[in-house]
């Protein structure tokens, strides 16, 4: 079970300042509109926070042309179903702070994003991923035995950023004493411009071991993975914006280090140029 | 508790202790004349050993307490007309002018000579003129009508005789130091012994420090040494314990008095009959060879363990051994049979207890190992895992020159061998290596495992290396038998161990292995012979929780070694705490570079109320006294951090009704002490401290509680100062479940029970504080810890927003209950259908039901150190049980013919594990605690702290400062006996109580020296025969509790007569009183004080203590019950309140 209340709060706490900007040429007032700029939780989705973004900058678009808000950084449209943490890990870096987002309301790329009609397409996405995690981890007993409101004291405990809230639901799916151990770990390893991928991996080997991050990175071929840990290489591997050792056990990572969809999210990314 | 240490000895004959909270292992001190042990046999507060002379050592570790023996002798004279009182008119029939306390012995002062060149008079005799807690009259004397009669202070018109007590102390000297024990001349052996072991010291009904300590001679005779206690160090004498012929090489002593033996032929031999009035036995019984060819050659004796190491390296394991048992039971002594365990070493040491018990060195790579997986369920442990040793370096600098020239010789050795591997990449590194060839070994191995060199080549010239070590080993072995001509019993020994050396096979091992050795622990290869050990002692070493020893963890990769401290303990079961705080500080870090300048910016998410729900049970007080279901709902503003509300929704009669409860009126939250419901917390507000009704609520579960008692004070932090260092002026105190609850005073004035009392972590029984803001705290098991201006742990967890400067506490509580029998006629004791007028298990009163199995841990954070076993301190028989005529009478230890009824003690010992903002201060056990009343002149002055030690030892800590609370060291202040209590007030007016209840004032107390100058007594004791046990000093006002519950005052206290006139009473049922700033007075009270009807430990303040009544009026409430301690001497209140009833 969790019980790291300390690493929870610190992973929870994560809090990404973003400085929101309207697309140049979307702009059709002429004067272009004040940037918009907002502390993000790591955990959360964009769509969850970018009213008051949306609202910022409607005013300053065409109002025959304008569509659904999507976001952009560096002509990379972001994934709204992505916790807003791993896109930043993905494509961003603690270089480029404040995060600079460009905001669209045109031209919505049907090909790479998908639409986000309303709050509760998200819950639904949301409530799904978590299903997945526990249909990995305890054959999905454990989120369908849950009652009604413990599932929305989940989502709302994430919609509004309240850890207690939260963490009083997700405690119970990330149980992983006795009967109810992990039986695999829900991971998604993301590398730029390639689709993620994951595989079925048990916390511990059949031989008794204890698995650590490095074991699980071992399972995937060098076409499959182009991170080997044994090589410097350059790039790195970051979970919740850090870099764990790699000798972590994998089990106690999936405990503390999933985002709220029960995932480990982990990203595999280029070495900042300007860093050491 | 005392430090916990693993004694090693290398092949030099150096010994280290391992320290079980340390990293690192020290050398211990050496003596000046060179001496070198063989091998020694530790025990917790020192060890004994064979030195290379062949004589026994013992070494006493330092400590703060002193060993302080009192010899002691009476005058005694008779009284005729003619001449008075001399002794030139005692009686043929009277006792001697000098003798002891019975007068059957003649000794003059001069009949005492010092034990031995280790002792050191204290000082002159001198005459004890304290009698029964009176002064007598001049001289000392005594008076009587005769001998052994009443004595009484004063003479009478019938005093005939007389008598007084003369007084001398001595004291060891000999502590940190290898001291030789004296043999006699007698003994046939000339003293020369092969072997020690030292253990017994679970033995009951022994005295204080007792050993139980068994020896080998080289022609095979064993010896028992006598009277080793904690007064008598090194004992008074051999004596032989016929063995019959046989000829014992090897003696292991257990922690309970077992004694296990190996004879010259590899039998094993058992002694059979030990008991708490036999602590030697009666007999040896033979043990049959595990298989026909197994010949031993070691024992190991723990608590139920015995583990044997039979010649061929073979490890045994005996099945079935009993230690607690084996007083009674021969087969619990003996066993069942033997198991054959996994592995080869040539040498096991165990630890006095059942976890993690058991140590050894490999037999074929000399490594030390220990067993992993052992706990009193599996007592076999799972694997033997390599020990993580590793030595403290900084210390190394200062070894003597006879080890610098022992090691040259050494290293010279090692250089050669290196000489001869040139050419391929092993390097072997040795004990001068810096950190430079540290890296080229690391270098060079990594190549090696690459390409994986020519094997063949690598082994042989492993074998060299070994071959070196071999060679040094033997000149060295042949070294000593040069200066030991005698000694064939020991070289026997030793060749054969050597003998171990020889068989040692290159090819098994490993060379990838022995390279990662070099890696990971970079100091420790068998090419040093520093590290080259040949003996353990794990006697010493008591070790609860293997996963908090650094070395003891059985964790794979490079971080083994690399321990440090963990806030949690299930954390340590997943993760390695060195891996957690690398992830934790990389998230500090995360946060901080992406967080900290941005914090102004827009929060993307609005955080408003926040809001929790839960059904509970609700005690309504009333008519009807009953728990009700309600529901609780908790509604907190996060943005302002002063409103929230509980509201309490419950049905009478259907109609349903709301209660609410703002915050702010809350004075305290905490748990109530009954262990059996753990899921019922209190809440307490100004107005039901006063009707002393708490609302009480159920939860359905004890970690409910825990989220609802965090999250309430989560909530609530701002407004109760949880989140910051704990003012300067607070109130600290302990509720009798040994949680800590500080007030801290506000601004302006409130009245007593308006007070709020916060919850911090740490689990005490005492706490003392005092204004110049240094606080001390005392656990259940006597251990001091000190506050470090932190806050939160306990309940916060580890949340790092609401704790700072958390570490981790342990505190042990000891739980007791009696089992009762009644006699009949024909069947005897038996506890079977006579429950009518006791229960079969109850408590001390024989009135409330408890039994064994039913008995519940504290809370479920405590769990269970061992299991439960009969108490055989004080005055019980060998099985521990005491007589009465029945329940109500007072127990004594032989059955009468009038005893009808007998009960024994069942005793159990339980452990917390819990974090708050302490550190624990050195290893010395003190039972009570005072600090300085008055306000320090200036930062860097000392501040005064006296303590009471486990033992009665009154003690002062020096270079206390408001810069270093914890100071720097104790000193002790001699008294004449044992204390209990101790308390400095208002001008370092320090006053003490002796354990008979005899009242010191010692003056002269000042912080240039800070021990004062000599005891005074003061007179006249309480008047009905009260013996006083507490004693609490404020400005000038001096209070006392008896044993009896009874609070008492010293009157007329005046700076020319500091010592007061008499003691006055002031009321009964008073458990704790504490005296502080403006003589003000509170207490914890006993139930139902005065006239009014409530549990044990409610707070009260004395009302009305003005100069014309310094005795006060009355009491004022201000919080309870459940308290267990509280004290103000911190506390200066803001303005003088008006007179109130």
């Known amino acids: 079970m969790a019980e790291d209340r300390e690493v929870l709060r610190e992973i929870w706490e994560g809090r990404i300042p973003v400085c929101f900007s309207l697309a140049e040429e979307e702009i059709y007032t002429g004067e272009p509109p004040d940037l918009y700029y907002l502390l993000v939780p790591r955990q959360i989705y964009f769509p969850l926070v970018t009213d008051k973004v949306q609202r910022h900058f409607i005013a300053s678009v065409d109002p025959d042309k304008h569509g659904e808000m999507w976001l952009e950084y560096e002509g990379q449209p972001l994934k709204w179903h992505y916790p807003v943490g791993v896109l930043f890990d993905l494509f961003a870096n603690s270089n480029s702070l404040p995060w600079n987002i460009t905001v669209h309301f045109q031209a919505f790329p049907e090909e790479e994003l998908l639409h986000c009609p309303a709050k509760e397409a998200i819950e639904s996405h949301f409530m799904s991923v978590v299903k997945e995690a526990d249909g990995l981890k305890h054959r999905g007993q454990l989120v369908n035995n849950m009652q009604k409101k413990d599932h929305k004291q989940l989502w709302t405990g994430l919609q509004n950023d309240k850890f207690e809230q939260f963490w009083s639901v997700n405690k119970k799916l990330m149980e992983s004493s006795g009967d109810d151990s992990f039986k695999y770990i829900p991971y998604r390893i993301y590398q730029n411009d390639r689709p993620y991928i994951q595989k079925l991996f048990k916390p511990v080997s059949d031989d008794g071991e204890v698995q650590t991050l490095r074991d699980l990175l071992k399972t995937f071929d060098n076409d499959e993975l182009c991170f080997n840990p044994d090589i410097s290489s350059e790039k790195i591997l970051l979970i919740q914006g850090i870099q764990p050792p790699l000798e972590t056990p994998i089990l106690w990572l999936s405990e503390h280090f999933s985002y709220p969809d029960n995932f480990l999210h982990i990203c595999i990314v280029d070495k900042m140029k300007n860093e050491s | ?1141």
């Not at chain 2, 008075?84 to 006792?95: A, I, Q, V």
């Not at chain 2, 207890?353 to 790579?365: E, H, M």
């Not at chain 2, 190394?396 to 040259?408: E, G, K, P, R, T």
């Open chain 2, 1 to 1141: 508790m005392t430090k916990q240490r693993l004694l090693l000895v290398n092949s030099s004959g150096d010994v280290f202790a391992l320290n079980t909270e340390k990293k690192y292992f020290r050398e211990l001190g050496k003596s000046t004349d060179g001496l070198k042990l063989k091998r020694v046999s530790a025990v917790e507060f020192g060890c004994w050993g064979i030195g290379h002379d062949q004589h026994v050592y013992v070494y006493i570790y330092s400590s703060d307490v002193p060993i302080r023996v009192a010899e002691t002798t009476f005058e005694n004279q008779r009284w005729s007309p003619w001449g008075g009182f001399t002794h030139k008119n005692l009686l043929p029939s009277d006792r001697k002018s000098w003798s002891n306390e019975t007068g059957d012995k003649h000794m003059t002062r001069n009949d005492f000579p010092l034990p031995s060149e280790y002792w050191e008079w204290e000082g002159d005799w001198f005459i004890d003129e304290n009698f029964k807690g009176e002064i007598t009259d001049r001289g000392g004397w005594q008076y009587a009508s005769d001998f052994p009669r009443q004595y009484s202070p004063e003479p009478k018109t019938f005093s005939m005789v007389r008598r007084r007590k003369w007084l001398r102390f001595r004291r060891y000297v000999a502590r940190e130091k290898w001291a030789k024990i004296s043999y006699s001349d007698k003994m046939e052996d000339g003293g020369t012994f092969i072997d020690v072991s030292v253990g017994g010291f679970q033995l009951p009904g022994q005295p204080a420090g007792f050993l139980s300590i068994w020896a080998v001679t080289v022609n095979g005779k064993v010896y028992v040494r006598e009277n080793v206690c904690e007064e008598c160090p090194e004992g008074t004498k051999w004596r032989l314990v016929s063995t019959d012929d046989t000829s014992v090489i090897n003696i292991s002593v257990g922690p309970t008095g077992l004694v296990w033996a190996v004879t010259w032929d590899g039998l094993v031999l058992v002694r059979l009959g030990v008991s708490r009035d036999n602590v030697y036995g009666s007999s040896w019984s033979e043990i049959p060879y595990p298989t026909n060819e197994t010949r031993m050659m070691q024992v190991a004796v723990g608590n139920n363990t015995v583990w044997a190491l039979s010649r061929d390296g073979i490890i045994w394991f005996r099945k079935g051994i009993n230690g607690d048992n084996a007083w009674f039971n021969n087969q619990s002594a003996i066993g069942s049979c033997w198991i054959e365990m996994v592995g080869s070493l040539c040498h096991i040491s165990v630890t006095p207890n059942d976890q993690a018990s058991v140590f050894g060195i490999g037999l074929n790579d000399r490594k030390p190992y220990f067993r992993s997986g052992v706990n009193t369920s599996d007592l076999g442990g799972k694997t033997w895992q390599l020990l993580m040793l590793r030595e403290d370096l900084s210390k190394l600098s200062h070894a003597d020159s006879s080890f610098q020239s022992l090691d040259d010789e050494d290293t010279s050795s090692d250089y050669q061998s290196s000489v001869s591997l040139r050419g391929t990449p092993v390097s072997v590194s040795s004990i001068t290596n810096s950190k430079d060839s540290k890296n080229n070994t690391m270098k060079s191995i990594k190549p090696l495992k690459a390409t994986s060199l020519s094997k063949p080549d690598l082994s042989k010239s492993k074998t060299e290396t070994k071959n070196t070590i071999k060679v040094s080993n033997q000149s060295e072995c042949e070294s000593t038998k040069s200066k030991n001509h005698k000694s064939m019993g020991i070289y026997n020994i030793d060749s054969m161990e050597l003998k171990s050396t020889i068989t040692m096979n290159p090819s098994t091992s490993n060379i990838s292995e022995t390279s990662d050795e070099v890696f990971t622990m970079c100091t420790i290869t068998p090419a040093m012979p520093r590290y080259f050990w040949v003996w353990f002692s794990a006697m010493g070493c008591y070790i609860d929780e293997p996963t908090n020893v650094r070395w003891l963890q059985t964790r794979r990769g490079k971080f083994h070694s690399m321990y440090s401290f963990s806030l949690n303990q299930n954390i340590t079961k997943r993760i390695s705490p060195y891996i957690r705080n690398v992830i934790l500080e990389r998230l500090y870090q995360r946060n901080r570079t992406e967080i900290q300048q941005f914090q102004y910016l827009e929060n993307a998410v609005d955080k408003s109320s926040w809001l929790k729900k839960s059904s509970m049970k609700w005690y309504r007080y009333g008519y009807r006294n009953r728990w009700e279901d309600v529901t609780v709902e908790l509604e907190h503003s996060l943005q302002d951090n002063d409103s929230g509300i509980i509201t309490i929704h419950y049905c009478p009669r259907g109609k349903p009704v709301n209660m609410q409860i703002s915050f702010s009126d809350i004075t305290c939250i905490k748990r109530i002490a009954d262990p059996s419901a753990q899921s019922v917390f209190q809440i307490h507000t100004a107005d039901t401290t006063c009707k002393n009704q708490p609302y009480l609520l159920m939860t359905s579960s004890e970690s409910d509680t825990d989220e609802w008692l965090s999250t309430l004070l989560t909530a609530n932090s701002h407004l109760w100062k949880i989140k910051q260092t704990i003012d300067k002026d607070s109130i600290c105190s302990t509720t009798l479940r040994g949680d800590v609850f500080i007030h801290q005073p506000y601004k302006t004035y409130t009245k007593p029970y308006e007070m709020l009392w916060c919850q911090q972590g740490g689990h005490f029984k005492r706490i003392e504080t005092c204004v110049n803001g240094i606080t001390w705290a005392v656990g259940y098991d006597h251990t001091t810890w000190v506050y470090n201006q932190g806050y939160g742990g306990g309940l916060f967890r580890a949340t790092s927003a609401m704790s700072k400067e958390c570490y981790q506490q342990t505190d042990t509580r000891t739980i007791s209950t009696y089992e009762n029998q009644k006699w009949y006629p024909v069947i005897g004791y038996t506890n079977k259908g006579f429950l009518t007028d006791c229960y079969e298990w109850s408590d001390s009163t024989g009135i409330q039901d408890k039994n064994k199995e039913s008995i519940k841990l504290p809370s479920s954070n405590w769990h269970w150190s061992g299991d439960w076993s009969v108490d055989f301190s004080g005055q019980v028989d060998q099985e521990g049980w005491q007589y009465s005529g029945n329940f109500n009478k007072p127990f004594h230890q032989q059955p009468g013919l009038r005893d009808g009824v007998r009960r024994r003690r069942w005793i159990r010992k339980c452990k917390l594990n819990t974090v708050g903002p302490w550190n624990k201060l050195g290893s010395t056990n003190i039972k009570d605690v005072t600090i300085q009343l008055d306000t320090i002149s200036s930062t860097i002055s000392p501040v005064i702290i006296w303590a009471v030690g486990s033992n009665g030892n009154v003690l002062c800590r020096l270079g206390v400062t408001i810069h270093n609370h914890q100071g720097d060291n104790w000193i002790d202040i001699p008294t004449d006996l044992p204390f209990t209590s101790v308390s400095i007030g208002g001008n370092n007016r320090a006053w003490g109580i002796a354990i008979d209840g005899s009242v010191y004032y010692r003056p002269g107390v000042t912080s240039t020296n800070p021990s004062g100058q000599c005891w005074l007594q003061v007179i006249p004791t309480p008047p009905q025969g009260s013996t006083l046990h507490l004693i609490s000093v404020g400005e000038t006002a001096v209070w006392a509790v008896d044993t009896k519950g009874n609070l008492w005052y010293r009157e007329q206290i005046t700076p020319t007569y500091p010592e007061g006139t008499r003691w006055c009473y002031v009321c009964n049922k008073v458990k704790h009183v504490s005296v502080g700033h403006n003589d003000e007075v509170w207490i914890v009270s006993l139930p139902n004080f005065g006239k009014f009807k409530h549990g044990t430990g409610m707070v009260y303040k004395r009302l009305g203590i003005t100069t014309e009544r310094p005795m006060g009026t009355g009491w004022d409430r201000v919080i309870g019950d459940g308290w267990q301690y509280v004290s103000i001497r911190g506390y200066i209140q803001k303005y003088i309140e008006t007179e109130e009833s």
